[in-house]
């Protein structure tokens, strides 16, 4: 089955500063890439996606870009603020099956 | 629109008892999905269900089981409890499901404590 991982698990930044959180996945039919910002006590929300014949996505502060023949994919946020402070996830869906990656805590410093 | 509803919101059981969790998704979706959170164990995918039908199961064990109702509404049971089975449970619900390229939009757990 899918295998994705995550890095870094923590993730500290001072704000205005962008933050990286990269991923990889092992199976080859996963076309499908969400990531969800999870803060504390919460749900999981959908922050941005991406789809496998798309390479880059963005929307405002927030990028996504996917390279398949390395199969890895990567968030980034520039202008970080206060409240981008949560535990970010990564996923890959191949086959009916979504798989996430561990989480990267993000804290943005003031 | 409502969003994904879970019931109960919080649970308590004892080890060897069973638990069945409801989660009603979003109107018009036909796609529930469920996942178990732990801190050591991450996010991990449960099933998915559409149109009544299971069209994916992770990697647990049978004690973890589902279903889906005409109305999309989604049921999980676990039986045998065990002290591990503790956990936040979600549900997520979209319009395709898995197998499209659709945003999933989750509901706010069941918190699951096993004693």
């Known amino acids: 089955g899918e295998n994705v991982e995550q890095h870094p698990s923590t993730l500290s930044v001072q704000e205005g500063d962008s933050a990286v959180i990269k991923c990889t996945y092992s199976?080859?039919?996963?076309?499908?890439f969400p990531w969800y910002k999870q803060e504390l006590g919460k749900r999981p929300q959908l922050i941005i996606d991406i789809r496998s014949n798309v390479g880059e996505k963005k929307d405002q502060r927030i990028a996504v870009t996917l390279n398949k023949t390395a199969k890895h994919f990567s968030l980034h946020i520039t202008e970080t603020q206060p409240e981008d402070s949560a535990v970010y996830f990564c996923?890959?869906?191949?086959?009916?099956?979504?798989?996430f990656g561990a989480g990267t805590r993000l804290t943005v410093k003031p | 629109k409502a969003g994904v509803t879970q019931t109960p919101r919080y649970l308590i059981k004892t080890r060897g008892q069973q638990v069945t969790l409801s989660c009603s998704p979003i109107s018009g979706h036909r796609s529930v999905s469920w996942y178990q959170q732990t801190p050591g164990q991450g996010l991990q995918f449960l099933f998915e269900?559409?149109?009544?039908?299971?069209?994916n199961k992770g990697n647990f064990p049978g004690r973890f089981s589902g279903r889906q109702f005409s109305n999309s509404r989604s049921e999980m049971n676990v039986s045998t409890l065990e002290l591990g089975d503790s956990a936040l449970y979600l549900c997520a619900s979209s319009i395709t499901g898995l197998s499209g390229w659709n945003e999933q939009f989750f509901g706010p757990g069941t918190r699951l404590t096993v004693l």
């Open positions: 269900y559409f149109s009544e039908t299971q069209r």
């Open positions: 996923a890959a869906t191949a086959n009916n099956d979504m798989r």
């Open positions: 199976d080859s039919a996963s076309n499908y």
